[in-house]
């Protein structure tokens, strides 16, 4: 089999985006040159590598696991400039990481930080939720991935590097609002606005409320904290939410969080990456610097105002 290594990154761009216009877009090239270049890539191997349904290719087997060996030659490759910049002295190249949507909240101020100390670095990261982060770790297509739920079927290496509170908030003209205690049997007859099913969140309080024998009445299922505050504000019903969603100041929000038994759910964000996969340079320098950024101004009592 002969494949250049530019038409293996064409055809990851194609496995990516799903269409030859997103692909020649993403590559710089013409629409002519990816079917040409993939034509190619298809006749060498033998057997077709995607086939199109409706408006999107979807990639065969033999596709899916070209896809797969291509990703892992373009991370070789990638370390190996990466060691090669190291023995001169520089420190370039790029990190890809893949966070879940909550981590949206402190992740760009860790990047941030690296960034200043590190400005030849370019990032790449993508905001998900759990499941498009799960999938692409499936496919093993960043560097490092962040999430407060790790699966629990995959082989990781996994660093807890913050904690993840996550609180119940009510309206803060809501009655429950002015109680200093609250039992779970207090809230037996509100409403809830949860998040959706499969996310971090929704996994850690279904097992927590399971645990306790508690049932929520589930009014809605949002697939965003902001719109979850939004809700709660407006009065639709009481929410679990991680403290990283909430401002230093809930009240500004129009909420208020209770103070509730077994209250907050404990969990942690976990920096994890497949057992087996090599780290580039960046990526393990990233890994120190997200453990040492945290210990150093701990970052989980010290959020800034969004």
Known sequence: MNASFRQL???LAIAEHGSITAAARACHITQPT???Q???LSDAIGLPLYEQIGKRLHLTEAGEALAETARNMEQEWSNFEQTVAGLLGH???RLRVAIASTAKYFVPRILGDFCQQFPDIDIAFEVLNRDGVVQRLRQNADDLYIMSMPPGDI????HAFLQ?????IAPIAHPLAKKKLLN?????????????SGSGTRLACDAHFAQLGFHPKVRLELGSNEAIKQSVAGGLGLAVISTHALTRHPEEEGLKVLAVKHFPIHSNWWVIHPRGKRLSPIATVFLQ???SYTKKYKLANALPDE
């Open 91 to 93: 420190t370039k190249g």
């Open 289 to 291: 610097h997200m453990t």
């Open 9 to 11: 990154k064409v055809f």
């Open 38 to 40: 993939m034509k190619e």
């Open 155 to 158: 082989d990781l290496v996994q």
């Open 184 to 196: 779970l049997t207090d809230l037996s007859k509100e409403l809830f606005i949860l998040r959706e």
């Open 164 to 168: 993840n509170p996550l609180v119940l």
């Open 34 to 36: 990816v079917s040409m």
